[in-house]
């Protein structure tokens, strides 16, 4: 029988990274680098999670997928090569991120790569900190070429203020950059397909210039996607318990929580559903079987489980993902 898991987060050095995952999480980085991804939940080919918890421990999402892809999936469908449907991380910008776009799925397979839906909940942000997000409303595609030969092309770029609490939802075509200063948590579909078309000039851990993808980028954009806004809508609830819907896709919908110590409900049985924690400490409970996740951890939870409490130990944030 399955069970809610937990896996080891596999690290991976940005040139725009740095150490805020240690300091906001206390999770255990490799000394000396910049560190700007965390990858919690991921099926990628030579980047595999590995399950911490349990009497699965130290087996991988892989093996899961291989042997158990209906106990764990239940009606969602699969990605490419039959691997798990989502990848979450968590990123810490200390720079600006590259000017970028990924391929809608109408042009993905022309250009050999693979779509990326995305969303992004701001965790933590620096004052004045910012996302790149669409164009600036009036920008056609010969004025951002134009700029992209001069070098100017981030003055294209609609620029959306953030606070800690904020989401973004980023469909694929949709032109973005994360800014320096933040720490975010992405729920994206399984994809590692990303066509930079500026990265400010400035060179990568090996000391040469990232390669651009100019062409790509311009196949995939949506010139039609005129400043996006942040997720709108409150909470509501009542004094333990209180939501806010963030996305509702045909990939996935999210959630935040914010639950009062003490406070406890059930998760939606039967669906493959993902619990990350924002802040605070919550144990999640399916049968015989109790996960704590503090602050900067995330849970899988199998569609197969029939019944899975959520109870706060602690003032907590959750983002609470489910796969469509």
């Not at 993905?108 to 990326?116: C, I, S």
């Amino acid at each position: 029988m399955l069970y809610p898991f937990t896996f080891h987060p596999i690290f991976k050095d940005r040139v725009w990274g740095g150490r805020e995952m240690e300091r906001l999480y206390q999770k255990k980085l490799p000394a000396n680098r910049p560190i700007g991804e965390s990858w919690e939940i991921s099926d990628r080919p030579g980047d595999v999670s590995v399950i911490a918890n349990g009497p699965l421990a130290g087996k991988n999402l892989r093996w899961l997928m291989e042997n158990h892809a209906t106990e764990i999936l239940g009606g969602v469908k699969s990605a490419i090569g039959n691997r798990f449907p989502l990848l979450c991380k968590i990123l810490d910008a200390r720079e600006k991120l590259s000017l970028q776009v990924h391929p809608p799925a109408s042009k993905a397979a022309e250009l050999k790569g693979e779509p990326k839906t995305e969303m992004w909940f701001i965790a933590d942000a620096a004052p004045g900190a910012e996302l790149f997000v669409g164009l600036k409303r009036g920008v056609t595609r010969a004025k951002f070429e134009k700029k992209v030969e001069t070098g100017e092309v981030a003055e294209c770029f609609h620029r959306v203020p953030v606070r800690a609490g904020d989401a973004m939802f980023l469909p694929s075509g949709r032109i973005h950059a994360i800014g320096a200063g933040l720490v975010i948590f992405e729920i994206q579909q399984n994809s590692d397909t990303t066509y930079r078309v500026f990265d400010w000039n400035r060179v990568g851990l090996d000391g040469n210039p990232r390669e651009l993808h100019v062409a790509q980028s311009l196949a995939s954009i949506d010139f039609n996607d005129f400043e996006p806004a942040l997720v709108q809508g409150k909470l509501t609830g009542d004094t333990l318990i209180q939501r806010r819907s963030l996305v509702d896709d045909p990939l996935f919908k999210v959630e935040t929580w914010r639950l009062n110590p003490g406070a406890h409900d059930w998760l939606k049985p039967k669906k493959l559903q993902i619990v990350a924690a924002t802040r605070g400490e919550v144990e999640i409970t399916s049968g015989s079987t109790s996960v704590k996740l503090s602050a900067g951890q995330f849970s899988l939870i199998p569609a197969s489980l029939e019944r899975t409490e959520v109870l706060a130990k602690s003032d907590a944030a959750l983002l609470c993902v489910e796969a469509n």
